[in-house]
T-cell receptor, first 112, second 115 residues
Framework: RKEVEQDPGPFNVPEGATVAFNCTYS??????FFWYRQDCRKEPKLLMS???SGNEDGRFTAQLNRASQYISLLIRDSKLSDSATYLC?????????????FGAGTRLFVKA | ETGVTQTPRHLVMGMTNKKSLKCEQH?????MYWYKQSAKKPLELMFV???????ENNSVPSRFSPECPNSSHLFLHLHTLQPEDSALYLC??????????????FGAGTRLSVL
């Protein structure tokens, strides 16, 4: 089982749609969680951190479910500019020490 | 501008060449990383440096040789590469390696083609 798993997609949605991505992680000792965004042929950039209580940043909402070991990202009112790959990132103590693990990413295409 | 600068942005090299990738961070961070990203594959962590010491080496072939002369600079020396080494090589830095709130900031990457 992969340490961090994401649905690779692609998700094809119209502008204005609401779309949700899930990510599961295998290490119950994981401590911090993030969503990064990577545009085509560009570097990953931090989108938002994910807190236990859930957090919102404009049209983006992130949730953490420690019991089920998954995090989610909800995008409301999708824009064309939201088209990108969304990477789930999990950090914490693992075999071999502290690790930051990136998921393979979920591709989103928002169409007019 | 993320504060992490990589050069060159593009590199084409033959299998017998020797070249180096350079990364510089202006964020005052203590940890630096090299990642490889091949087409349609996830990020692969190659090396981690913390306070200029290599703390992680993920079974990377010896044709890749990292160097960290100080906390702001990181190099990846390349020699006798194979065509399958063609990929985007990303450098990243973070405040500390083992912080639970470790946020990594990436450079724009070097797109490498090995002929």
């Amino acid at each position: 089982r992969k340490e961090v798993e994401q649905d690779p997609g692609p998700f094809n949605v119209p502008e204005g749609a609401t779309v949700a991505f899930n990510c599961t992680y295998s290490n119950s000792a994981s401590q911090s969680f993030f969503w990064y965004r990577q545009d085509c042929r560009k570097e990953p950039k931090l989108l938002m951190s994910v807190y236990s209580s859930g957090n919102e940043d404009g049209r983006f909402t992130a949730q953490l479910n420690r019991a089920s070991q998954y995090i989610s990202l909800l995008i409301r009112d999708s824009k064309l500019s939201d088209s990108a790959t969304y990477l789930c990132v999990v950090t914490g103590l693992n075999t071999g020490g502290f690790k930051t693990i990136f998921g393979a990413g979920t591709r989103l295409f928002v169409k007019a | 501008e993320t504060g992490v600068t990589q050069t060159p942005r593009h590199l084409v090299m033959g299998m017998t060449n020797k070249k180096s990738l350079k990364c510089e961070q202006h964020l005052g961070h203590n940890a630096m990383y090299w990642y490889k990203q091949s087409a349609k594959k996830p990020l692969e962590l190659m090396f981690v440096y913390s306070l200029e010491e290599r703390v992680e080496n993920n079974s990377v072939p010896s044709r890749f040789s990292p160097e960290c002369p100080n906390s702001s600079h990181l190099f990846l020396h390349l020699h006798t590469l194979q065509p399958e080494d063609s990929a985007l090589y990303l450098c990243a830095s973070s405040q500390d390696r083992a912080s639970a709130k470790n946020i990594q900031y990436f450079g724009a990457g070097t797109r490498l083609s090995v002929l």
